[in-house]
């Protein structure tokens, strides 16, 4: 028995030492993970300001060396933030897999294509991209024209009235533009802010950019019973059940007016994306599903206005704090438009290439966009170091802060961006946007400064920005609006062109 017990006690420790020498060697494998499966998760700031400012902190620690490497949870991220590592990656088609983080979108947004990958991208993209030709381009011109004289009808009462938040009304109007040029479908977001939609579409970018940076809840199921998944879920089914109807009701329209010859052309409904897209056949000549459809409509709806709606709102905040910019512009404006306040048409935004540049020089200061990803799909050298397939790169907001292609980087400068300027500049060096952007920008920039002066209430180190999904001010952008010496006088009608006619303010 005791002889039993002594084996028995043996065996105890023997195995007790085996478990902590198996430990500690595992330990020491992955220490250079931090922590083993969580990565440097723990490290990181829950809060998305916070983040941000991290992620700031860290390329300016490592700015000398060509990257830095985070493991977020078990997967490895290079970030990258000069522009020759960049090259390395977006050059080659090879990498042109969308990272890991992209799978939480994938709920909303299906893989259409922002989230898609390899042949479906490329075949989706072939389809798409005729679909942004000219003349579509100019009916969304009439929306974005609309859109506008109800911002600024809403701005006038507000000016001379002290500062003003106008974030929302900014990021309202570019939701109303979209929702109209995307689906066809007015929401009227400018004046009914209660939309259970608009609401939906921000908890779930709010949702998902949470759930990226907490590897704990990527397990669908901790999620769903500890995260946020249920809000998610219920956020889920409002947004696709709105476009899902957009969707419907618009093929039985298309198919209604195609099967009447004799419709009034008077009462056809201005062309949408979603219309093109009903349309669009691949090289075979097959339609897309419905299924296909929605999620490009759902990409589309959230790619395309928090973008713009923060572009937008950081242009106004630097042209309020830089009044020889903002000068300038009213300048050039002056010269295409003398006192007229007609609605803007295709020439006129050719014209305006100050704006442009004011408009980019915002984008590389505060690119709407602050960090991408792809997944590198062969092993590559990128600089010095090898990386193997299938680790992770982050490209950043820093890349626009170069000092070697934007001197003086935080310097708000937008005779950086005249043609002229950029001659011998590294193609990489910044991060191209959409022509839907510029446009949709010029027209609500241009109708705002022709109406107004901005004064900008904050200094730039009191903006707290938020690099979320999307690049946003934390506290808003506040303002004060004084009118110009002219003001319009509107007439509304959903189904004509807007037009202008200018009075006299006689409040001056
Ligand atoms: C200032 C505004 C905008 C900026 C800075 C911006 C920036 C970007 C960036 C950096 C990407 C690459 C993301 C990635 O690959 O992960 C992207 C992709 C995309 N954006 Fe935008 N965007 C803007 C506005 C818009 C608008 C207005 C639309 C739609 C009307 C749009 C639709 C898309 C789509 C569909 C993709 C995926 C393209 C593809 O992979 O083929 N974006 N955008």
Redesign the pocket.
């Known amino acids: 028995m005791v002889a039993f017990i002594g084996v028995y006690t043996f065996g105890f420790v023997a195995a007790t030492v085996c478990v902590i020498l198996l430990t500690y060697i595992t330990y020491e494998l992955l220490k250079t993970y931090l922590y083993p499966f969580i990565g440097n998760a723990l490290q990181l700031k829950s809060n998305a300001g916070d983040f941000f400012c991290q992620v700031v902190g860290y390329t300016k620690e490592f700015w000398n060396s060509p990257l830095f490497k985070l493991w977020i949870g078990p997967v490895p991220f290079l970030i990258l933030y000069h522009a020759e590592t960049i090259e390395t990656v977006l050059s080659n088609p090879v990498h ?1 897999d ?2 890991y983080a ?1 799978k939480f979108l994938h709920p909303w947004l299906g893989t ?5 990958t390899g042949d479906k ?1 490329r075949r ?2 072939k389809m ?1 991209t005729p679909t ?1 030709h000219f003349s579509i381009l100019t009916e969304f011109l009439e929306v974005m024209n609309e859109q506008a004289e109800v911002l600024i009808e809403k701005f006038e009462k507000q000016a001379g009235k002290g500062p003003l938040n106008c974030f929302n009304h900014i990021t309202l109007c ?1 939701l109303d533009i ?1 929702c109209e ?2 689906m066809g479908k007015k929401i009227y977001a400018q004046s009914n802010h209660d939309s259970e939609y608009v609401h939906s579409v921000y908890r779930m970018s709010d949702i998902i950019t949470r759930r990226q940076r907490m590897p704990w809840y990527w397990p669908d199921f901790v999620y769903n019973y500890f995260g946020e998944g249920r809000e998610h879920n219920r956020s889920l089914k409002i947004l696709h059940s709105f476009t899902e109807s957009v969707i419907n009701e618009r093929a039985e329209y298309i198919t209604y007016v195609e099967s009447d010859s004799e419709s009034d052309q008077g009462m056809r409904k201005r062309r949408a ?1 979603l219309d093109m897209l009903l349309k669009a056949t691949d090289e075979d000549g097959k339609k897309l599903t419905h299924k296909d459809i929605q999620e ?1 409509v759902d ?2 709806m959230f ?3 928090d ?2 709606a ?3 709102n950081w242009a106004i905040h630097l042209l309020g704090s830089h009044p020889e910019v903002q000068k300038k512009a009213q300048q050039e404006l002056f010269e295409v438009f003398s006192e007229s306040e007609r609605p803007i048409n295709t020439e006129d935004l050719k014209k305006l290439r100050y704006l442009e540049c004011v ?1 980019k020089e915002s ?1 590389r200061l505060f ?3 602050p960090f ?3 997944t590198i799909c062969e092993n590559t050298q990128i600089n010095v170091y090898k990386v193997p397939k299938g680790a992770n790169v982050i ?1 950043t907001y820093a890349l626009h802060r170069d000092p070697r292609f934007f001197p003086d980087p935080e310097e708000f400068r937008p005779e950086r961006c005249l043609p002229e300027n950029c001659v011998g500049r590294h193609p990489y060096a910044f ?4 022509r ?3 446009m ?2 010029k027209v609500i920039l241009a109708s705002i400064l022709r109406c107004f002066n901005i004064v900008a209430c904050q200094k730039r180190e009191n903006l707290w920005p938020l690099g979320e999904l999307v690049l946003r001010p934390e506290r808003g952008i506040w303002i004060t609006l004084e009118r110009r010496n002219y003001t319009i006088t509107h007439t509304h009608n959903d189904f004509q062109k807007c037009s202008y006619s200018v009075t006299e303010n006689t409040t001056k």
């Open positions: 042109m969308k990272a992209y259409g294509l922002l989230t898609s991208w989706r993209r798409l942004f570019a979209i040029t995307a994306f490009e990409t589309f790619e395309g206005h973008t713009t923060a572009a937008m408009i984008l690119p709407s966009v991408f990803a792809r490209i991060i191209p946007f959409s839907f952007a510029i949709e920008e």
